[in-house]
């Protein structure tokens, strides 16, 4: 009989008791990673009733690899697009929870007695709630409609990256071991460093190979390539300093955003399956009952801190965002729990052997008891609510919403906050690069000249003329570069008050480019050199080649653009052109609670046929129709004649109040995912100035419907919300209007 390996013998052990154990907990409708923990525990070495895995050291490098194809898959998953439109509201609250519970997390653990290395993991640990648990308890509840959900879920995604994010300053701080400011600040700086230059190159080069080879690679072949991706960025990441995570997650996002995604998505499904489940298995492993005995008080001393410090910190936080009381407590009770993240931060831990075995069994202890009680506290939310109306003084009750409605104000964004938003992603995309072409060129191309090029003259000027041709264009771009924004154009043609400003900073920016070039000669060359010889010949370079150096730029912008976008174009050349995100049409209306649902409408409705204006929906219920979609035709704000037609996709503005009054005199034969939308419907905020040519107008008189398609669904005045104003309304100065209406003639309105 041959020798087999015992890491073949481990592993069938190991997957034979995992299938069986999470066959069980589908039956039971209990999270499968939970499954694949129980497994792990029962074929490690502290349950005796079935064998025990003998080369753990194998399993440990499966285990391994199987977080960096997680991180991989969750970054194939991400998407830097859906980070860009989670909104204000879900930023704000993610961050309030996290620096919060991060913190509780780190003085809980201080005063249980435990170290000050596991005490900043435990708070690490604990900063996600966990994506699959919470998906699965909207499903059971029937409550992914809602408007609330919608900010769950953006929240959960600005999670996922700022834990990233927080395990490299984990590492960092368990390398040197101390908690230094400079130390942090330094690897926050270097971290966004690389990931612009990352994601940059990533996205302007990785499109345009896919697209180069797309004759070539059928399944095997994208497959092996993905991982060679994956694996590569990972030893560049670990090469600079950074975890193997932050690379493997960083890689996923760059091919998130090609056209390849999705295809890449499902070929590497079963590989990340198998992984994933191994390395959760390994986590079971180290499950010891008796710590988990030993620490019970631990265990429920973090788990009353995960439910009520997570509870209490997102309300605060979805409070803080502007958003109302009901849906700040129904996003707060919906994030209480931990997520698979805290075993990857634990698992990081170990591995650089800065933290104690307990914090693992602690782990599984939290993560099983508020799988289970999640899903009643979504469903106690909104009783929670009522009971805090009850309780709550009125007078605390009114400035709580008066805040809400004084965000929205806010939220209308002035002309100079997105021309400045401009200036600081121009400066920060083109100085990064330049430094990138600068650090390559000082770390392998100097080195080449050094050696072999003895004329030391020769050798100062190619060091000195060829980095500033190669990174001539960004530079250029650096000090002159103008918005494009219509914001920028309006603030210049209003030059009375703007155009000084305006003025300012474009000398500043050009100051700092000039002490930006000085500093990189300085590094490759002398400091004399640079300001009287150099410094002035780029400058007089710059200034006559200035429209050929625009046009080079424009080239490489084009082309990145394209590649960015290459996947949404793909999408609507390919599958239906009208569907994308719902969040990004109509999250500027959540802290009002209005959102878009998508009915269908079922073949022997009643009032399929009857003009809408005999139907009065928005007269009885409250609701307006945002578009009709039939087949391929969209019907964008139907008037009151329009009629439905069987099986019509309709998108329905409303309270989640409204909508559960409105869903059984629909009749739908089925409710649409509530995250599609049409993408040639936009809703826009426009905020009605001292000079704007609506002012004193009526919505009727007001030209919005003739020259958008639009309809005005609501007006924000002071403290005072109109929803469906009436067309005799007149608008006043300072109001905030939402109209939806056909994208691109909003844009020209």
């Not at 860009?84 to 809980?108: D, K, P, Q, R």
């Amino acid at each position: 009989m041959g020798h087999l390996p015992k890491l073949i013998e481990d592993l069938a052990l190991i997957l034979i008791v995992a299938a069986f154990v999470v066959l069980i907990f589908r039956k039971i409708k209990q999270p499968l990673v939970l499954g694949y923990i129980i497994a792990g525990f029962l074929v490690g070495p502290y349950f005796k009733l079935v064998p025990t895995v003998v080369d753990y050291s194998n399993v440990k490098t499966w285990a391994e690899i199987g977080v960096i194809f997680l991180l991989f898959s969750l970054g194939l998953e991400f998407s830097f697009k859906k980070l860009l439109n989670v909104g204000g509201s879900a930023s704000i609250t993610a961050f309030v929870e996290i620096i919060f519970i991060t913190i509780a997390g780190y003085f809980v653990g201080k005063a249980l007695g435990w170290s000050t290395m596991d005490s900043i993991f435990l708070g690490g640990m604990l900063a996600s709630s966990s994506t699959t648990i919470i998906i699965r308890a909207f499903d059971e509840l029937g409550v992914k409609t809602k408007q609330f959900a919608r900010t769950v879920f953006g929240v959960l995604v600005v999670e996922d990256i700022v834990v990233i994010l927080l395990m490299v300053l984990l590492s960092t701080i368990a390398v040197t071991n101390q908690f230094e400011g400079m130390q942090i600040v330094l690897t926050v700086v270097k971290l966004v460093f690389f990931l612009i230059l990352w994601f940059v190159l990533g996205i302007f080069l990785l499109p345009t190979l896919f697209q180069k080879i797309r004759n070539l690679i059928d399944d095997e072949i994208l497959l092996i390539l993905s991982l060679g991706l994956c694996l590569g960025m990972v030893l560049l990441a670990t090469s600079v300093g950074f975890s193997a995570e932050l690379g493997a997650f960083i890689m996923g996002s760059i091919i998130a955003e090609t056209t390849k995604a999705e295809k890449v998505e499902h070929v590497f499904k079963s590989v990340k399956d198998l992984f994933g489940a191994v390395f959760f298995i390994s986590v079971g492993m180290m499950i010891d009952p008796t710590a988990m005995y030993t620490y019970g008080l631990p265990i429920l001393a973090v788990t009353f801190l995960t439910i009520f410090g997570k509870m209490f910190s997102s309300i605060i936080g979805a409070l803080i965002s502007g958003q109302p009381l009901k849906q700040s407590v129904q996003v707060g009770m919906s994030m209480a729990q931990i997520g698979e993240f805290a075993f990857i931060v634990a698992t990081l831990g170990l591995s650089l052997g800065v933290i104690s075995d307990f914090l693992f069994p602690i782990a599984v202890g939290v993560s099983a008891i508020t799988t289970f009680t999640t899903p009643y506290l979504i469903k106690l939310s909104e009783p929670t609510y009522l009971w805090l109306e009850k309780v709550i003084p009125p007078k605390i009750l009114k400035r709580i919403n008066g805040y809400s409605s004084d965000a929205q104000s806010i939220q209308a964004e002035s002309n100079w906050n997105k021309v400045l938003k401009e200036y600081g992603r121009i400066m920060m995309i083109n100085g990064t690069i330049v430094v990138g072409l600068v650090l390559v060129f000082y770390k392998f191309v100097i080195p080449f000249i050094s050696l072999n090029i003895e004329n030391e003259h020769l050798q100062m000027f190619i060091k000195i003329v060829l980095p500033l041709m190669i990174s001539g264009p960004f530079l250029w771009a650096f000090m002159v570069k103008k918005p494009e924004s219509k914001s920028y154009k309006e603030l210049w043609l209003r030059k009375k008050y703007n155009r000084g400003p305006l003025l300012i900073l474009e000398i500043f920016r050009f100051s700092v480019g000039i002490l930006f070039l000085g500093l990189i000669i300085d590094r490759l060359g002398s400091t004399w050199v640079a300001f009287a010889i150099i410094i002035p010949l780029a400058v007089i370079f710059m200034y006559v080649f200035s429209n050929r150096i625009n046009r080079f730029y424009k080239n490489i912008e084009n082309r990145f653009i394209t590649n960015f976008n290459q996947r949404e174009t793909n999408a609507e050349a390919q599958k239906d052109p009208l569907i994308k995100k719902n969040k990004e049409l109509f999250g500027g209306l959540a802290t009002w609670d209005i959102h878009i649902v998508e009915l269908q409408v079922h073949p022997l409705a009643e009032y399929v046929g009857i003009p809408l204006h005999k139907l009065q929906w928005r007269e009885q219920y409250g609701i307006n129709i945002a578009y009709i979609k039939r087949g391929d035709k969209l019907i964008h704000t139907p008037d009151h004649n329009q009629i439905l037609f069987p099986y019509d996709r309709v998108g329905i503005i409303s309270t989640d109040d409204q909508i559960n009054v409105f869903k059984p005199v629909f009749d739908a034969s089925e409710v649409l995912n509530d995250e599609m939308q049409i993408e040639k419907v936009k809703l826009k905020k426009i905020l009605i100035k001292d000079y704007s040519k609506l002012k004193g107008k009526s919505i009727k008189d007001s030209g919005i419907r003739a020259q958008t398609n639009g309809l005005v669904i609501a007006i924000i005045r002071g403290e005072e919300r109109f929803f469906n104003p009436e067309s005799d309304t007149i608008l006043q100065v300072d109001d905030i209007i939402w109209v939806v209406g056909d994208k691109e003639k909003l844009e020209v309105f």
